[in-house]
């Protein structure tokens, strides 16, 4: 049974960064696309950033384009999301997704795995 785990929330303030951290278990990591996915407080889930199994091929929302940063370590089985310029509209819980496939699809659906989210606070 595959975990995800996502660690790296907390409270920043606008223009500050943030690194979450999502450790993956139970299956072959580097036989999995892995994606952030994120929900703000009356939203819809939104796409965040994906990452292909080799990492060869990033993805990103174009809301957040310039700022953030997906990588993973498949020696770790850690998938990261490095946040940069961070604005008040950032906030949200963030859910770390893996798929046994290439890459995630950016809509969420037919995802295999998702982790219970952390919280990401951008103060104004």
């Known amino acids: 049974q595959v975990q995800l785990v996502e660690s790296g929330g907390g409270l920043v303030q606008a223009g500050g960064s943030l690194r979450l951290s999502c450790t993956f278990s139970?299956?072959?990591?580097?036989?999995?696309?892995m994606g952030w996915f994120r929900q703000a407080p009356g939203k819809e889930r939104e796409f965040v950033a994906r990452?292909?199994?080799?990492?060869?091929?990033?993805d990103y929302a174009d809301s957040v384009k310039g700022r953030f940063t997906i990588s993973r370590d498949n020696a770790k089985n850690t998938v990261y999301l490095q946040m940069n310029s961070l604005k008040p509209e950032d906030t949200a819980i963030y859910y770390c997704?893996?798929?046994?496939?290439?890459?995630?699809?950016?809509?969420?659906?037919?995802?295999?795995?998702w982790g219970k989210g952390t919280l990401v606070t951008v103060s104004s």
């Open positions: 997704a893996a798929d046994h496939s290439i890459l995630i699809r950016t809509t969420g659906s037919g995802i295999d795995y």
């Open positions: 139970g299956r072959t990591f580097s036989r999995h696309a």
């Open positions: 990452i292909s199994w080799s990492a060869s091929a990033t």
